[in-house]
């Protein structure tokens, strides 16, 4: 296990603990010092996740800026997921996987055309893209779908090569069974995740399930 500081977490109370497969929403609300764990069961399994502040939900999470201001587009434990005003909401405080990706995405089933062409990445089965699925979760929070853009997405476990001559390319996930990736908040998030449905080489043929879980680190024993 890799975590901040090479310490074992302390997780407290849990809030919340929802196993969802592939295309299901979950979502919730983390306030200062609690903890947003996702964990893939079967690995290589990719997650969506957004983010908002809870007092003004046009602030979202900002994938540039969090690569920017993290020196690294390969986050890691300590760094920090930084908002669109470049205010902290999360940091990184347990990583059994080391590849996550900050660099844009929710495509909607409407361009399906033009994400059949992107290598690495078929359309779900059942033709609905990532997007819809986030923007009808924030309605329930009574959000606008414009409180989300394409910045606002960190997909944990996903695994986007980089190479040195250029390529940008999608592979499958690293992640081993059981990995999980667990958030620190630094202010009052609203969250939202996505057990990406999308096949290919960012899930394969059949992508699996994610486990959400929400922590209260005021007390108790590591999970």
């Not at 779900?124 to 893209?129: A, C, I, Q, R």
Request: with cysteine; glycine share 14%; net charge negative.
């Amino acid at each position: 296990m890799s975590s901040a500081g090479d310490t074992e977490i302390t997780t407290g109370a849990c809030l919340l603990d929802v196993t969802a497969e592939p295309g299901e929403i979950v979502s919730g609300i983390c306030r200062t010092g609690q903890l947003l764990r996702v964990t893939t069961p079967n690995g290589h399994q990719v997650g969506d996740l957004c983010f908002f502040s809870l007092d003004d939900p046009t602030v979202g999470m900002d994938g540039p800026y969090t690569q920017m201001f993290a020196h690294h587009w390969r986050l890691a434990s300590g760094m920090r997921i930084l908002s669109r005003l470049c205010q902290p909401m999360w940091t990184i405080v347990e990583d059994d996987c080391g590849e996550h990706y900050t660099g844009g995405g929710l495509f909607r089933g409407d361009i399906a055309s033009v994400v059949d062409r992107v290598p690495g990445l078929k359309m779900p089965l059942d033709g609905e893209g990532n997007r819809e699925r986030i923007e009808r979760e924030m309605g329930r929070f009574g959000m606008s779908p414009l409180c989300l853009d394409s910045a606002n997405c960190f997909n944990a476990f996903m695994h986007v090569g980089y190479d040195a001559d250029g390529v940008f390319e999608i592979r499958r996930s690293p992640a081993p069974p059981g990995a999980r990736l667990t958030l620190e908040a630094m202010d009052t998030v609203l969250w939202i995740g996505c057990v990406n449905p999308f096949l290919g080489a960012i899930n394969g043929d059949e992508p699996g399930p994610l486990r959400f879980q929400t922590f209260d680190r005021s007390g108790g024993a590591p999970v």
